[in-house]
């Protein structure tokens, strides 16, 4: 398996038991790839979430397949900085990865 010109280079994969322990119900497969790209595929028949279902995450933005018509959007980072980003209080304790986001990201 490829990934452009770079060869894999390690797999670790899951199974999910949700229904029972005789048939699993999903998996997560880690592809590591050389010099440094990562894929993680994650499979479930017991999904009941909305679409998207299909998305990538990069180091500056996301990209999101919203249908099977491949219908999507790609959200990009535009600043570098969260000073602006007001941090709330969870059970864990403050933090600004659950806090809002700007309208710029």
Do not use: C
């Not at 009941?48 to 990538?56: G, K, Q």
């Not at 059970?91 to 710029?104: F, N, Q, V």
Request: proline letters at 4%.
């Amino acid at each position: 398996m490829m990934m452009g010109d770079r060869k894999l280079k390690t797999v670790y994969a899951t199974i999910t038991n949700v229904t029972n322990q005789m048939v699993d119900d999903g998996f997560t497969a880690h592809l590591n790839f050389e010099d440094g790209p990562e894929v993680i595929v994650e499979v479930g028949t017991s999904n009941f979430i909305s679409l998207p279902r299909w998305y990538m995450l990069g180091q500056n933005g996301s990209a999101i397949i919203e249908d099977w018509d491949m219908k999507g959007r790609i959200v990009k980072a535009t600043g570098k900085n969260e000073k602006d980003v007001v941090p709330v209080h969870t059970a864990s304790g403050i933090t600004k990865t659950m806090a809002p986001r700007r309208e710029d990201t």
